[in-house]
């Protein structure tokens, strides 16, 4: 094949091909080996080129997103079996892809800093450690900034540039809040405050009961005795109390007001 001008074009899956059958027919010890393998890397880059676009929205370099691509076409180089008749580049775009991936999920800030913060934060981190070294404690912000000779506000803005390497684990324990994990100071939905309303209206409704009524009530749900125990307590009848108590509770549940 050939292109324009009359120069040879490479079909790169048949040279693909071509180099793998090359490279299954050498011993494990040929020093050959090296040189196809790296053939196939470099002949297959464009590949990893087209992975690395997928992640241009980014704000990492595409030069680094391109070589960690580059880590996974070896892999896949390493692990690909001509013999299962699968094409190379259908086995290596996923290998690719999960290295890029997983480079962005373990090593890449989790929010975007600028340029300047991060060369900076190079210098802030070397100073911290040598004062830790030096006063045998954790650096304040005023000491950093005089050891640098840059303004405490640069210093504090490396630091909260430093956080955005990797998210927290919600799990992770917290030296300065006592060992809790930040999961343990999250708020969370209380199901008592469902029933808040509902005591407030029960009260509001109580207080319009006539006393021996009211107190029928506070007995029987509130102190938990029985009809028995509350027609005892009250000096009448069961049969009585029952009734009253029907009478009651239809009445609070309703909203109604108290009519003798």
């Given at each position: ?227 028995s125990q509350i027609s005892t307590e009250l000096g009448m009848s069961q049969m009585h109390v029952s009734r009253l108590l029907s009478r009651i509770l239809t009445r609070l549940r309703t909203g109604n007001s108290w009519e003798e």
């Open positions: 094949m050939r292109g324009p001008g009359g120069r040879p074009v490479v079909d790169v899956r048949t040279l693909t091909r071509v180099l793998f059958e090359r490279l299954s027919e050498l011993p494990p010890d040929a020093p050959e080996r090296e040189r196809v393998r790296a053939a196939l890397i470099e002949v297959n880059i464009p590949l990893v080129r087209y992975a690395a676009t997928r992640f241009r929205s980014r704000s990492e370099p595409m030069e680094d997103v391109v070589q960690v691509g580059t880590i996974g076409l070896i892999n896949a180089i390493d692990r690909f079996d001509p013999t299962r008749g699968v094409q190379f580049p259908t086995y290596a775009l996923p290998t690719i892809l999960g290295e890029i991936k997983r480079y962005f999920r373990d090593n890449v800030r989790t929010m975007h800093v600028p340029r300047r913060l991060q060369e900076l934060w190079v210098q802030v981190s070397g100073a911290m450690e040598e004062l830790t070294v030096l006063h045998g404690r954790a650096p304040k912000v005023p000491e950093i900034a005089a050891s640098l000779r840059i303004p405490e506000e640069d210093v504090r803005a490396c630091l909260d540039a430093g956080r955005a390497y990797n998210a927290a684990s919600l799990e992770a324990a917290q030296e300065h809040e006592g060992g809790l994990a930040l999961l343990d100071r999250l708020g969370y939905e209380d199901a008592a405050l469902a029933e808040v309303e509902h005591r407030d209206m029960v009260r509001h409704l109580l207080v319009q009961l006539p006393e021996r009524e009211r107190r029928i009530v506070m007995l029987r749900f509130f102190a938990n005795l029985t009809q």
